[in-house]
Nanobody, 114 residues
Framework: QVQLVESGGGLVQPGGSLRLSCADS????????MGWYRQAPGKQRELVAG???????NYADSVKGRFTISRDNAKNTVDLQMNSLRPEDTAVYYC????????WGQGTQVTVSS
């Protein structure tokens, strides 16, 4: 049963913006801390942004000030607004609970290149 579906990725030039969205079909979304993770080629998956059920947020140092995570508990969605994108942000982006306990979705590819 697919629970996490990510969307919104694409190819963008350095300095550009993208907005990712994740839909969670689970029934306890509003009680769950959620996170956006990414995995670049040859690297381990890493957490880039997290948000608690109450809306408190935290960010990896590499994206602080550029990325913003938000959630809509009525729609069971968690978004990631990414601004001032850099080539090193290129990765497949995934959402999951924090810590990640659900099956991973397919992710959405973000490529930052001129």
């Amino acid at each position: 049963q697919v629970q996490l579906v990510e969307s919104g990725g694409g190819l963008v030039q350095p300095g550009g913006s993208l907005r990712l969205s994740c839909a969670d079909s689970g029934t306890i979304f509003r009680f769950s801390a959620m996170g956006w993770y990414r995995q670049a080629p040859g690297k381990q998956r890493e957490l880039v942004a997290g948000i608690t059920s109450g809306g408190s947020t935290n960010y990896a140092d590499s994206v602080k000030g550029r990325f913003t995570i938000s959630r809509d508990n009525a729609k069971n969605t968690v978004d990631l607004q990414m601004n001032s994108l850099r080539p090193e942000d290129t990765a497949v982006y995934y959402c999951n609970t924090r810590p990640p306990v659900k099956a991973w979705g397919q992710g959405t590819q973000v490529t930052v290149s001129s």
